[in-house]
């Protein structure tokens, strides 16, 4: 672990954690499960603050919805009780598809969003669950939507000595389903393209919203389509479905230096995989009623 190391430091309170973040700026970076920073060995990282010690590994159903600390860990997100059944269960099929069973056990669900790269496999599941964060740094806590915290590739709404601490899933309306699909050159592989579906119907069997988040490397950041409006106090049909998927492929511009595919074997996955996860998420949503 020597990529320019002078400390490796253990907090044992998330203020104490801050404030070292604060203290060594850009040179200090957070370590949680460790499969990126150990494998990149980013040479500008003096400090690692070890924040494993932290108690931010939970999985809690609340009144308003569920919370997910941030060292929660793909492992636990997987065989969760709580999140297996009903329109959480995208979390379990998202969390399945992280990599090995040895990467499930150590990385965290915190450190693969933080890491703000386009084929991360947990944000496009959370943003269609409408998931907000809660950061916490030496000026205090906030909490923002989850889909507003990316701004780039590795770019993040991360001030100096802020840490992301916590997930929050809001409380979902009956009759929700939700899917998700995802595609690489293999199991274990980075996604080339992740779609999350959630779709919420009404009594009366139409359309009440679709919710459409298309992820693996197709832009800088996770991609939340605008074309589930087509659908929104219809009933869904297999024609609707398919102009929805011709917008989501309309609007798409993947980016054409990315080595898993090019742009129109991207778009044209897009598209199958947007109308497989719709009709998956509306069957669990009409058999929620």
Do not use: W
Not at 173 to 183: E, N, W
């Amino acid at each position: 672990m020597s990529f320019g190391l002078k400390a490796y430091l253990r907090p044992t309170s998330i203020n104490e954690a801050t404030s070292l973040l604060a203290k060594y700026g850009k040179k200090a970076m957070p370590l949680a499960g460790g499969t990126d920073i150990l494998v990149d060995k980013p040479s500008d990282v003096e400090f690692l603050v070890d924040i494993t010690g932290l108690p931010l590994n939970y999985i809690k159903k609340r009144k308003e919805g569920v919370k997910i600390g941030a060292l929660s860990t793909f492992s636990s997100v997987e065989t969760s009780d709580l999140l297996g059944n009903g329109s959480y269960s995208i979390l379990v099929d998202a969390a399945r598809k992280m990599g090995s069973t040895a990467i499930r056990n150590v990385a965290t669900v915190g450190g693969n969003i933080c890491n703000a790269v386009p084929s991360a496999q947990f944000p496009p599941a959370l943003i269609a669950l409408d998931a907000k964060v809660k950061i916490v740094g030496p000026t205090g806590d906030r909490i923002i939507p989850l889909e507003g915290f990316f701004k780039g590739i590795r770019k993040r709404d991360l001030e100096t000595g802020e840490i992301l601490a916590e997930i929050q899933v809001p409380r979902l309306p009956p009759s929700t389903g939700t899917a998700f699909f995802s595609i690489g050159r293999s199991c274990v592989d980075i996604s080339t393209v992740i779609v999350a579906v959630r779709v919420t119907t009404r009594k009366n069997s139409t359309c009440q919203k679709v919710k459409i988040v298309i992820g693996g490397g197709i832009g800088p950041t996770c991609f939340a389509s605008k074309a589930g409006k087509l659908l929104q106090d219809e009933i869904i049909q297999d024609h609707l479905i398919e102009k929805v998927a011709r917008t989501v492929v309309a609007e798409l511009k993947p980016r054409s230096t990315s080595i898993r595919g090019s742009p129109v074997f991207k778009k044209e996955v897009a598209g199958v995989l947007v109308k497989r996860a719709i009709r998956h998420a509306l069957m669990k949503a009409r058999g929620a009623c």
